[in-house]
């Protein structure tokens, strides 16, 4: 069974383009490198209402949800009382996380970075390993959803040092690239597709490179499955196949 | 009024890392470009149920809605069949389309190549200016939806050719440059940001920079506020401020 997740990212800023988002691309590249079937990716207001809907849904629909944004101490971070507000709880003040505050800016700390304490009631704190950052400043976990910072180089590290728990199977994969229009060949694409069901196969016109001009790429959690449409797709294309990447037998 | 849009990229090659998004990328700063609102983007796999429930909430909530990818001949390409079940219609081989078609390749076009015709039922063709490619191939629209290729080329020539119909009127803007952690000034910015309701304030630390630790922006469409906001910062954030981008009176 594929393990599934999906990313929100809370920022009017990534929506107006006055930052160009990181975090998203990030996460994509780290979650397909653990192994994990990312599902849905959405960019969404500083809204505490849409905050609330979607990070709900999210967390039914899929095994993890990660939130990048919005946990600052000013009036537009939204997140924390969002995610509360979501699934009908309260925002408390976390007496670990506000002891790492206190500990962390002494005695001059302002007020308002108690903010930075706040959880949902009933959230987790989920700490990297020994030695990491996030050892001593963990990352708030409520229910399925890791609660992460929006700058790009905290978002990075705190995923980073908690990984590990996210590490899934890699699916088997294959590429096949052909020197040919998609219409040319989609009928008998369509007949492999459909006499492997297991195997999912994407088909992508490239018109950047010169030496082919459309990508196969074929995954499945089974090598036989997978082994079986590739060889289809070598018969059946035989006459525009310039490579094929595909797993040793 | 904001005219407002969402985004709906389309696309398991996305989610799963094999090609970053360009699509999202470059329409978030064309929209901002032309004044539109952007209200969400939402990246989804190439499945029918998810496409069209999405499709059909974004096109409730947005005034425009544009899509990307999954309008190829190949099996995998499920936008349009998509988009129609959303709606309730069905889909149908549009004419002008098809002819399109057929004189691009002439008579030796593969057949599968036919579902480049294929609309939802009751779409409108939505052509560029003359002498743009987008004049001959004009783009998809099915109501507030605009359905354009995944290929990054082609979505961005189809996008240029057509975006003149959504220029709106771009807000002003300001942005303060602040030399200090967002903690110690957030109470007198949520009593400026409380103070000028109709003007959107955002507060972003930065870390890579060196000069100043957080980039204020502000946002109106009423002038006259924008600038008793600007003068309420400059007022309460004075021991701080390296820098102040606004209008000039």
Redesign the interface.
């Known amino acids: 069974m594929d393990r599934t997740a999906g990313i929100v990212i809370i920022g009017?800023?990534?929506?107006?383009?006055?930052?160009?988002?990181e975090n998203?691309?990030f996460l994509?590249?780290a979650?397909?490198g653990l192994g994990v079937a990312?599902?849905?990716?959405?960019?969404?207001?500083?809204d505490i209402e849409d905050i609330a809907g979607t990070v709900r849904r999210f967390s039914e629909r899929f095994d993890w949800v990660f939130t990048s944004g919005g946990v600052?101490?000013?009036?537009?971070?939204m997140t924390i009382p969002g995610i509360a507000h979501g699934f009908g709880t309260r925002v408390v003040l976390h007496p670990a996380l506000e002891k790492v505050l206190r500990e962390y800016?002494g005695p001059t700390?302002?007020?308002?970075?108690l903010?930075?304490a706040e959880v949902p009631e009933g959230a987790e704190l989920v700490p990297g390993p020994h030695g990491t950052t996030t050892a001593r400043w963990p990352v708030v976990c409520y229910r399925n959803v890791y609660i992460l910072p929006g700058?790009p180089?905290?978002f990075r590290q705190k995923f980073l040092d908690i990984q590990e728990r996210f590490r899934s199977t890699p699916m088997a994969s294959a590429r096949l690239y052909v020197n040919a229009?998609?219409?040319?060949f989609?009928?008998q694409?369509?007949a492999v597709?459909?006499a492997h069901p297991t195997v999912?196969?994407?088909?992508?016109?490239?018109?950047?490179e010169t030496a082919f001009r459309v990508l196969l790429?074929l995954?499945s959690r089974d090598d036989g499955q997978l082994a079986a449409a590739v060889a289809g797709l070598e018969q059946a294309l035989a006459a525009w196949l310039v490579r094929v990447d595909k797993p040793a037998p």
């Open positions: 009017d800023e990534i929506l107006s383009g006055k930052f160009a988002d998203a691309q994509i590249g979650l397909a990312l599902r849905r990716v959405s960019i969404i207001p500083d600052g101490p000013t009036h537009d971070d800016w700390m302002p007020e308002a970075n903010r930075l700058v180089v905290l229009d998609e219409g040319v989609a009928d694409l369509t597709a459909l999912k196969i994407g088909s992508y016109p490239r018109f950047a790429t995954e």
